[in-house]
Antibody, heavy 120, light 107 residues
Framework: DVQLVEFGGGLVQPGGSLRLSCATS????????MHWVRQAPGMGLVWISR????????NYADAVKGRFTISRDNVKKTVYLQMTSLRVEDTAVYYC?????????????WGQGILVTVSS | DIQMTQSPSSLSASVGDRVTITCRAS??????LNWYQHKVGRAPKLLMF???SLQDGVPSRFSGSGSGTDFTLTITGLQPEDFATYYC?????????FGPGTKLEIK
């Protein structure tokens, strides 16, 4: 079975940092693009970052560019999201998702999500 | 950046009904349009990819169409488990923008 499980969420103060991890199994991680998507309370889904199969290229939404960094470990089959300079508006459930490894592809498997709360 | 809009933003329907949700892109995204179903507290679920391809395991009552800027998701014969929020998403650009969602509620 395909599994994606997020770790590392919690409560952090504004300006603080947090690293999310997404451990995966059940699919060819080395041949997958990995994404992070978030959903703020009462709001819709928002894509925030993507990293290609070999980790050589990544993209970010404007709202997190320069503050968040996506990375991956293809041996551990894990994708990470390092979040710095966190703001109250970063409060959300964060989902990792997997997609096929080509331009124009979709997100066909998702984790259950993990809550990040940014508050003083 | 591409802007994605959806209509309606919410919809009330009954079991057995046929419903259509529309998604519009601010410029052509060819057929790089995907649909997801999301229930509260659950992982989002891919329904359709590349505008009209049904994801494995998704019931055939779901169908998608469109290309360029205008797309539709149709559910023929609503089932109780279909009441959820539906999102379109463009995968033409690196921004991977989602639409604002359509909440489908029981009438």
């Amino acid at each position: 079975d395909v599994q994606l499980v997020e770790f590392g969420g919690g409560l952090v103060q504004p300006g603080g940092s947090l690293r999310l991890s997404c451990a995966t199994s059940g699919f060819d991680f080395n041949d997958s693009w990995m994404h992070w998507v978030r959903q703020a309370p009462g709001m819709g889904l928002v894509w925030i970052s993507r990293i290609i199969s070999d980790g050589s290229s990544s993209n970010y939404a404007d709202a997190v560019k320069g503050r968040f960094t996506i990375s991956r470990d293809n041996v551990k089959k894990t994708v990470y999201l390092q979040m710095t300079s966190l703001r109250v508006e970063d409060t959300a459930v964060y989902y990792c998702a997997r997609g096929p490894s080509y331009h124009g592809s979709w997100m066909d498997h998702w984790g259950q999500g993990i809550l990040v709360t940014v508050s003083s | 950046d591409i802007q994605m809009t959806q209509s309606p933003s919410s919809l009330s329907a009954s079991v057995g009904d046929r419903v259509t949700i529309t998604c519009r892109a601010s410029r052509s995204i060819l057929s790089h349009l995907n649909w997801y179903q999301h229930k509260v507290g659950r992982a989002p679920k891919l329904l359709m990819f590349a505008a009209s391809s049904l994801q494995d395991g998704v019931p055939s009552r779901f169908s998608g169409s469109g290309s360029g800027t205008d797309f539709t998701l149709t559910i023929t014969g609503l089932q109780p488990e279909d009441f959820a929020t539906y999102y379109c998403q463009e995968s033409y650009t690196t921004s991977q923008t989602f639409g604002p969602g359509t909440k489908l509620e029981i009438k």
